[in-house]
């Protein structure tokens, strides 16, 4: 069995169902990390999840800029483990994310004073890690 991820009728991923369950408790999980709403709504009766895709795309941008902006390497783990998935789905919907683009400020908030701060590394990272994870999404 699956579940659909769709903007309106424009289906973005078919994961199986628990894969499916587990991104969106993954999303609502993101949102107050982020301090906005996740945009991921279930339609149970279907079985599916309806992406309000500018709200989703502001979340993924959020948390983005969260991850680029910080070198505490547990907190960007737990951020990575989410977030390439996140932005295939974001560009599926015909969006882009702006944080991946814009100059990155260390962040005052989550420092480690163990780990090197490299966001340009960090950027390329999640980027390839999106891409990698594209191919294993069927939409």
């Keep these: 069995m699956s579940q659909y991820f769709r903007v309106g009728d424009l ?14 408790r993954m ?5 107050p990390v982020a301090g906005c709403p996740s945009g991921v709504d279930p339609d149970v009766d279907r079985d599916e ?19 680029l902006s910080t070198n505490h390497p547990i907190l960007k783990s737990m951020i990575e483990g989410y977030l390439p ?16 683009d814009r100059p990155v400020t260390r962040a005052n ?3 480690s004073l163990w780990d090197a701060f490299d966001p340009d590394a960090d950027r390329q990272r999640l980027l390839s890690l999106a891409v990698s994870r594209a191919a294993a999404m069927p939409d």
């Excluded at 502001?58 to 800029?65: F, N, Q």
């Design 109 to 111: 908030r989550d420092i």
């Design 27 to 31: 999303t609502e999980a993101m949102a």
């Design 11 to 24: 289906v973005l991923w078919n994961p199986s169902n628990t894969v499916a369950q587990l991104f969106f």
């Design 49 to 67: 999840y309806q992406i309000d895709r500018a709200t989703f795309a502001a979340l993924v941008d959020v948390l983005t800029a969260r991850y």
């Design 85 to 100: 998935t996140a932005l295939v789905l974001v560009r599926r919907s015909g969006l882009d994310v702006p944080a991946l």
